[in-house]
Nanobody, 123 residues
Framework: QVQLVESGGGSVQAGGSRRLSCEASGNTDSTRCMGWFRQASGKEREGVAAIYSAGGRTYYADSVKGRFTISQVYAKDTVYLRMNSLKPEDTAMYYC????????????????WGQGTQVTVSS
């Protein structure tokens, strides 16, 4: 099992930045991909960004390309999501997730989930 704990959410004005953190614990050696997802009120959960732990290759949803950056500190089992140029439509609950299958851009492969951290962007 892998446990994930997110932090860093909060309120920010449009155009601002925020950095989310996800600390992983447990059987982290079994995971190959770490990802960030979000779910806005009344909408389905969507994949936002992912990173392949072994090689560092990253994947992004079109809606966040050029604005969000995912990174990982292996020694700390921590994944970050740096969000710049935030828009009101980025408002959502953000979830950290992990997958054992090394198909990081396949959003359906993620098995382990954190509890989420809320990001609210005001105009």
């Amino acid at each position: 099992q892998v446990q994930l704990v997110e932090s860093g959410g909060g309120s920010v004005q449009a155009g601002g930045s925020r950095r989310l953190s996800c600390e992983a614990s447990g059987n982290t050696d079994s995971t190959r991909c770490m990802g960030w997802f979000r779910q806005a009120s009344g909408k389905e959960r969507e994949g936002v960004a992912a990173i392949y732990s072994a090689g560092g290759r990253t994947y992004y949803a079109d809606s966040v390309k050029g604005r969000f950056t995912i990174s990982q500190v292996y020694a700390k089992d921590t994944v970050y999501l740096r969000m710049n140029s935030l828009k009101p439509e980025d408002t959502a609950m953000y979830y950290c997730a992990a997958a054992r299958i090394p198909s990081c851009g396949s959003w359906s492969k993620y098995e382990y989930w954190g509890q989420g951290t809320q990001v609210t962007v005001s105009s």
